[in-house]
């Protein structure tokens, strides 16, 4: 090769990089993303650490102080017991989050598996699980929920667990699709074609293929459940009083919407602020992931 | 001796609308180190041909010899050394790579798999490939969207290299290249057939490319196959009315020698449930009444054979 | 000298990213005969497309940058017309046909109702007189007037094209831009396709630009031709001018790497190397790094364009020395 060509080329040489590197430089480029990640970390990290910030407990009630405004004793005032809300919203991040969390996780690990199953064996195993799943998505997501946690009784567990239900077959029909597509690839072919075992081509080539679109579903899914959350609060399905939830606080604070809105305002934002960053990071992570959309 | 024998290869896939009929009959033999064009029509049932020989579809009737040894209905153990000895290439330098993996780690699948070489031999085995092929040391690391189309259809070839097989299948591996990153490849693999005496059994659509590299060559029209003749015959003295058309149509990259187009009516019918009789009857210009009949494969000289009941007629 | 229906001047196109400023087409000068073909070949990325692109103003800006240039199309400047006089002309007259056939058609309309759309959308004409124009359109591009109530899935894609092309001269545009307009068509129904549109220019005395990477085609079918390479036209002329006397060392590299039905040689000469990063062209001219005759005097300087002999335009300093 000339000298010219090779210089050419030099600029193309490539270092030893992880994926994970190139995935971080990637999503480094989508300024909103990062920013959506940041608030993201912070919200996480105000869960953890809610008790030892909190200048209160979230059960605290200064009997003598109801319905206050801003003070130098309570930031953000206090509720009609008398509860600090500054406090109650840093502990109201850990139960959003945690219910977020935990049902979209436990949903996505179900959907992959069931996913996995009908789009990798297809036939009639394939069409036995979605006809399930047609059934099940026949039913109202909202009123599913609701019966759900009517009938297992009003806790914050059983929220998550309606939540999660609800999740798996979105999850499952996404993961479907996404190895069936992958399946179809040539480089599936080849992979056989080189004597590659069932389990080394599901485990090496399709599956690395298929989950990143659905770490990106997952990701949007959490702003999802923390919304459900706050709804199955509000109607007093999710988290019991005295637990401080931001669904429970706006259902608390309606009553005193005239005289004292930021009762439901500040917990209103706060899901607000959480589920965009959710969908916003979500967004970044789909076309950091994707190595064909090249920067 | 033979490479490859394949006789009366049929392969039928099941459609709502019945069989359809993707490979039907075809029969032919390929030397060691030799090459077997493979041309028609997008639907002829040429990809379908080279899939079925190497395995990675299963035959509807017909044998498959290879080595001298009957391999059609191969045990799990018998595919896994055929596989060693058979590879394949594919058309699409995108999709028949996996965008997660590394070169050296797509390269150094195969040698994984067949778990024989210590992890230091494989690596320096994935290099002296890459060096084989053309590919600079420096993209071990890439991920194949880091690369352009030629460089990538190296990686395929290192890779179908990798296992040092005696017979490969080319699925069309120059065509979704541009003509002089095509110029490229194309000798890249005439020197390894060269080097290493690898029989390829080429699939592709353009003539020019498969004159340039086969020995012989089969034209397959709708599942059948209408003409096989060693190469320079066949351009020279064509006998099957459609192997005619199919030549006369290409377009030579010379203003002078623009020979008559002999310009076909019509376009490719389905290969669902086919009538008995040529399959070409209704494009051809000589379709008569006994077209209708079943048609034979005869060989006019040694070597050449035609799909046609009036090609004497014809070609006189 | 014949009278020229199109004049490309200088023309300069870029395409600005985040990242950086993509040269797409640099400094493109070239001319269509009336009722003549005119050729434009180069590989992937070279440009032509771009080129065709902004004859029509359809390129998308952003990212798209139209830096300098001007486009004569029958005595108009075409590069400062507005968007509704623009619209006049596209597809009226001039017509342009894509390479995939089947993205082109509207999937949920019959073919017939979509040419005479095309005819009554710059037509005054009833809806009933657009009908019988499209289905003369549909005879001539050699489809039976019975499949005129057919959707374009009931077509095979050599079909798709004919309707496609009937849709493109249904208001008897007087230039067509064809990118590439048999490369997804096999090769017998390419020999059709191509066959029918020359007889149509003929008949309906149009004037084609044929974009294409395969020089069989542009030998088939064009008078004139431009090589492209890296955004610039490196060769300019006749077909024979091109296909005879080949000057420049890009062009002879392409004819080297086509294989030939006839000849004997068991080795293509291909082109070593790639095309340049079209963010970071060379300073001097664009093929010599990989150019087997290139000196240091082409890596310094652009070359200026030379003729060789009259209408035989060559971008190489070596040419006609």
């Known amino acids: 090769m000339s000298s010219a060509t090779s210089t050419a080329e030099n600029k193309q040489a490539v270092k030893k990089q992880s994926q994970l590197k190139e995935i971080w430089r990637r999503l480094k480029k989508n300024k909103i993303a990062v920013i959506a990640m940041f608030v993201i970390i912070f919200l996480v990290l105000i869960a953890i650490f809610a008790p030892l910030i909190a200048p209160y407990s979230y059960e605290t009630q200064d009997v003598m102080r109801p319905l206050e405004g801003p003070s130098r004793d309570h930031i953000l005032g206090t509720d009609r017991l008398g509860r600090d809300v500054f406090s109650r919203l840093l502990y109201g991040a850990g139960q959003s989050l945690q219910m977020g969390f935990t049902a979209v996780l436990g949903a996505a690990l179900l959907g992959i598996i ?38 297992l009784g009003p806790s914050l567990q059983n929220a998550i667990l309606a939540i999660g239900i609800a999740l798996v077959p979105g999850n499952a029909r996404f993961m479907r699709a996404c190895i069936l597509t992958v399946r179809e690839m040539e480089y599936i072919e080849a992979a056989k074609s080189i004597n590659c075992s069932v389990r080394r081509i599901i485990v090496s080539h399709i599956i690395p293929n298929a989950i990143p679109p659905m770490i990106v579903s997952v990701t949007m899914g959490l702003g999802f459940a923390v919304l459900s959350g706050a709804m199955l609060s509000y109607i007093g399905l999710g988290a019991q009083p005295p637990t401080a939830e931001w669904g429970a606080m706006i259902s608390d604070g309606r009553n005193y919407l005239r005289s004292e809105p930021q009762l439901a305002l500040y917990p209103g934002l706060c899901i607000m602020v959480s589920v965009l960053a959710f969908n916003l990071f979500g967004d970044g992570l789909r076309d950091a992931l994707d190595p064909r959309l090249k920067t | 001796m033979a490479l490859l024998e394949v006789q009366n290869l049929k392969k039928y896939f099941r459609t709502p609308r019945g069989p359809l009929h993707a490979v039907d009959d075809v029969t032919f033999k390929l ?29 509807t009737e017909g044998k498959i010899f290879f080595n001298e040894k009957d391999v059609s209905d191969p045990t799990k153990k018998e595919l896994k050394e055929l596989r060693e000895d058979m590879q394949i290439i594919f058309q699409d330098p995108y999709s028949s790579l996996n965008p997660r993996k590394t070169v050296s780690e797509t390269i150094a699948e195969p040698m994984k798999v067949q778990g024989k070489m210590t992890k230091t031999d494989i690596r320096a085995e994935v290099r002296s490939l890459m060096e084989t092929v053309g590919l600079a040391e420096r993209f071990e690391n890439s991920y194949p969207h880091e690369l352009d189309g030629g460089r990538r259809q190296r990686i395929g070839v290192a890779r179908a290299l990798a296992l040092r097989p ?41 003539l020019s490319v498969v004159k340039y590299i086969s020995d012989d060559i089969i034209v397959m029209y709708l599942g059948n196959m209408v003409e096989m003749a060693p190469s320079e015959e066949l351009f020279e003295n064509p006998l099957h009315p459609y192997t005619k058309a199919l030549l006369s149509a290409i377009p030579e990259p010379d203003i002078h020698n623009q020979t008559e187009r002999i310009i076909m009516r019509g376009e490719l019918t389905s290969p669902i449930n086919p009538k008995p009789g040529c399959r070409f009857m209704a494009r051809c210009e000589y379709a008569s009444e006994e077209c209708e009949g079943s048609q034979i494969l005869e060989e006019h000289t040694a070597g050449h054979f035609v799909m046609c009941c009036k090609y004497k007629q014809i070609t006189n | 000298m014949a009278e020229k229906i199109l004049e490309i001047k200088d023309l300069v196109v870029e395409y600005h990213t985040d990242a950086a400023i993509v040269h797409a087409v640099s400094g493109v000068n070239l001319s269509v005969i009336k009722g003549e073909t005119l050729g434009l070949v180069g590989e992937t990325g070279a440009g032509k497309t771009t080129i065709a692109r902004s004859i029509l103003r359809i390129l998308p800006t952003p990212p798209a940058k139209f830096r300098s240039g001007e486009i004569i199309f029958g005595g108009e400047e075409l590069t400062t017309k507005t968007e509704v006089e623009m619209r006049k002309i596209r597809g009226n007259r001039i017509a342009m046909i894509f390479q995939d056939p089947m993205t082109a058609l509207n999937p949920i309309e019959t073919v017939g109702w979509q040419i005479a759309e095309a005819i009554s959308l710059h037509n005054e004409v009833r809806r009933d007189e657009a009908e019988k124009r499209a289905m003369d359109m549909l005879e001539m591009v050699g489809i039976p007037m019975e499949r005129f109530m057919e959707y374009p899935h009931q077509f095979s894609g050599g079909m798709k094209q004919r309707v496609v092309i ?9 230039l067509l831009l064809a990118d590439e307009p048999t490369t997804a068509l096999d090769v017998t129904i390419q020999a059709q396709v191509l066959k029918m549109m020359q007889d149509l220019k003929d008949r309906l005395n149009m004037s084609v630009i044929l974009i294409t990477h395969d020089l069989g085609v542009v030998a088939t079918s064009c008078q004139s031709v431009a090589v492209i390479y890296a955004g610039e036209i490196v060769e300019y002329g006749t077909v024979e001018h091109i296909f005879d006397h080949p000057a420049h060392p890009y062009t002879n590299g392409l004819f080297g790497s086509l294989p030939r039905l006839k000849t004997t040689e068991r080795r293509l000469k291909p082109i070593k190397g790639l095309m340049p990063d079209p963010t970071k062209m060379p300073e001097g001219c664009r093929y010599a790094e990989r150019c087997p005759d290139a000196t240091e005097e082409c890596s310094a300087k652009p070359p200026d364009v030379a003729e060789v002999t009259p209408g035989h335009q060559v971008k190489c300093i070596k040419a006609g020395r």
């Open chain 2, 166 to 206: 005696s017979f490969i299948v080319c699925d069309e591996p120059v065509s979704a290249l541009d003509v002089s990153i095509q110029a490229q490849i194309i000798n890249l693999m005439l020197d390894l057939q060269e080097e290493r005496g690898i029989a390829y059994m080429f699939v592709t659509h353009d």
């Open chain 3, 166 to 174: 009937a849709m493109a001269l249904a208001c008897n545009p007087e």
């Open chain 2, 31 to 59: 030397e060691k180190g030799k090459t077997v064009g493979v041309v028609g029509e997008s639907g002829c049932g040429k990809t379908t041909l080279g899939r079925t020989i190497i395995h990675l579809l299963d035959r």
């Open chain 1, 114 to 151: 069931i996913g996995s199953i009908a789009g990798y064996y297809g036939g009639w195993l394939d069409n036995l699980l979605m006809r399930i799943l047609d059934i099940y998505q026949g039913i109202p997501m909202f009123l599913l929920t609701v019966t759900l946690a009517a009938v």
